[in-house]
């Protein structure tokens, strides 16, 4: 079984919340991999956009800015020597909501059905929602405390990061 084919599947079992970024290889090749493989899966889902190099923009600078607000979180906490293995299992799981996300995006095109749109926008927010759960998990296993406090910690990343990217690129 392949290296790559082994981390697909502990990726998988880290959204279905069943293993943590403990379960990853602490390596920085690994990492970077994943990082420039989400720039590319974002720049690919805006690339059709009439705003898609603005859309890649926000995708890096909200890449960069995660990166950053997970070490921080995790600096913080006394638990640097997990940054790694952490940041590889946020870019891991992302990568992969990131291509459950294409097939959504294309429900929520412009002058798409109304039924489309809503549903996609269902199934954006229930999205949403487990991409919140499962970066709770993996701050709960990353920092040695409960679901409760790891969900809080994802909730109040996300909103910061909101916060900023609305603050540089308002709507």
């Known amino acids: 079984m392949s290296v790559w084919y082994q981390l697909f599947l502990r990726f998988a079992d880290i959204l279905l919340l069943r293993r943590g970024p403990q379960?990853?290889?602490?390596?920085?090749?690994?990492?970077?991999?994943?990082i420039l493989l989400n720039l590319l899966a974002g720049a690919l889902l805006f690339a059709g956009q009439d705003e898609g190099n603005t859309e890649s923009l926000q995708t890096l600078f909200d890449l960069g800015l995660?990166?950053?607000?997970?070490?921080?979180?995790l600096y913080l906490r006394g638990v640097q020597g997990r940054v790694v293995q952490t940041l590889t299992a946020f870019t891991?799981?992302?990568?992969?909501?990131?291509?459950?996300?294409?097939?959504?995006?294309l429900l929520l095109a412009p002058g798409a059905d109304p039924l489309f749109l809503s549903v996609g926008r269902v199934m954006f927010m229930a999205l949403l929602i487990w991409s919140l759960a499962v970066d709770g998990h993996i701050f709960r296993h990353a920092l040695d405390t409960t679901m409760m406090v790891g969900t809080a910690c994802a909730v109040a990343v996300f909103i910061a990061r909101v916060f900023i990217?609305?603050?540089i690129w308002p709507s």
């Open 23 to 34: 379960d990853l290889p602490a390596s920085k090749y690994y990492l970077v991999l994943l």
């Open 66 to 73: 995660a990166l950053v607000m997970y070490t921080t979180v």
């Open 92 to 105: 891991g799981t992302g990568l992969l909501l990131t291509l459950v996300l294409f097939p959504i995006s």
């Open 165 to 167: 990217l609305e603050t």
